[in-house]
């Protein structure tokens, strides 16, 4: 298994970055992903979720509406569109994937390494 | 929203040392869907345990994971100097997933 994200960067306040995850070494379409990010030094935040077929999608309240979450099952990717970006939303962006124990209630078994998002002017 | 709170902070303990951690939620969590983490500095996060009790592939047997409702317990009964590292605990029973704010386990 293996999940690679990319499209972090520097970004101004109020401009949009879209991050992207892409899956190998498993069924993609078999699971649940999710992003998850960490501001640096500090604690974990979940950010998003998306079922397999992409018809379960749920965001966390701090990014609700500025958000959106989607995933492309026939290239293997998922991806995160986000808008309105704000200096709070300085963090390392981890896409993860669910286990395959409990459905889409899995944990998370494996995690990509994180791409830095840096909104700043 | 379950809202989890871990105990304690920091823990300051000697390999070989047995360490104990806390995981409260507000309120119960479905199907006991706790899951537990462990990550070191510059990497990311790695699944321990899930749905309280369930060590994931290639967990050593130190690693233990317990309890049911709101209250949940991590616990390494040896520790290794490999485990110094912070470990944070999940619900996974909610689709809105949520995280403790993490407990960092120090060499004493």
């Known amino acids: 298994v293996q999940l690679v994200e990319s499209g972090g960067g520097l970004v101004q306040p109020g401009r949009s970055l879209r991050l992207s995850c892409a899956a190998s070494?498993?069924?993609?379409?078999?699971?649940?992903m999710h992003w998850v990010r960490q501001a640096p030094g500090k604690g974990l935040e979940w950010v998003s979720g998306?079922?397999?077929?992409?018809?379960?999608?749920d965001y966390a309240d701090s990014v609700k509406g500025r958000f959106t979450i989607s995933r492309d099952n026939a290239k293997n990717s998922l991806y995160l569109q986000m808008n309105s970006l704000r200096a709070e939303d300085t963090a390392f962006y981890y896409c993860?994937?669910?286990?395959?124990?409990?459905?889409?209630?899995?944990?998370?078994?494996?995690w990509g390494q994180g791409t830095l998002v840096t909104v700043s002017s | 929203e379950i809202v989890l709170t871990q105990s304690p902070g920091t823990l300051s303990l000697s390999p070989g040392e047995r360490a104990t951690l806390s995981c409260r939620a507000t309120?119960?969590?479905?199907?006991?869907?706790l899951a537990w983490y462990q990550q070191k500095p510059g990497q990311a996060p790695n699944l321990l345990i899930y749905?309280?009790?369930n060590r994931a592939t290639g967990i050593p047997d130190r690693f233990s994971g317990s309890g049911s409702g709101t209250d949940f317990t991590l616990t390494i009964s040896r520790l290794e100097p490999e485990d110094f590292a912070v470990y944070y605990c999940?619900?996974?029973?909610?689709?809105?997933?949520?995280f403790g704010q993490g407990t960092k386990v120090e060499m004493k």
């Open positions: 993860a994937k669910v286990g395959a124990d409990y459905g889409d209630y899995g944990a998370f078994d494996h």
């Open positions: 999940q619900q996974h029973g909610r689709s809105v997933r949520t």
């Open positions: 749905a309280a009790s």
């Open positions: 309120q119960s969590v479905p199907g006991n869907y």
């Open positions: 998306i079922s397999w077929h992409s018809g379960t999608i």
């Open positions: 070494g498993f069924t993609f379409d078999d699971y649940a």
